[in-house]
């Protein structure tokens, strides 16, 4: 089983190319096949596949299969976990940054006092 941090690495990994961004971005619209997901690029099939592969490995998106129709679906649940780390980070450094703020008026309101 995939530790969080490996789950983000890999998320994050995932995210990192255009290509894979775009077909999430696709997908969040609804599922859809293979063909539909590389039709707006200039790349092979087995390309496309390939980004797909690191999408599912990454847990982003997953494929079920329908008889001969094999779609593909955004997992909402990983990219909630994203927003989830990137919030957490967010308002960590949020409030450092204003300790730092208020240190740095603090620092600035003393060297007044003292001219």
């Not at 089983?1 to 969040?28: K, N, Q």
């Not at 490995?57 to 129709?69: F, K, N, V």
């Amino acid at each position: 089983m995939t530790t969080t941090v490996e789950h983000l690495d890999a998320a994050f990994a995932a995210l990192a190319d255009p290509t894979r961004r775009a077909i999430l971005t696709t997908l969040a619209r609804g599922d859809a096949t293979v063909s539909e997901l590389a039709a707006p690029f200039s790349m092979s099939l087995p390309a496309v596949s390939k980004h797909l592969k690191v999408l599912e490995t990454s847990g982003l998106i997953s494929r079920s299969r329908s008889a001969q129709y094999r779609p593909c679906h955004l997992e909402r649940v990983v990219l909630d976990d994203i927003g989830e780390w990137i919030e957490q980070h967010r308002r960590l450094w949020n409030e450092r940054f204003d300790k730092l703020d208020e240190h740095l008026q603090a620092i600035q309101g003393s060297e007044d006092v003292t001219e």
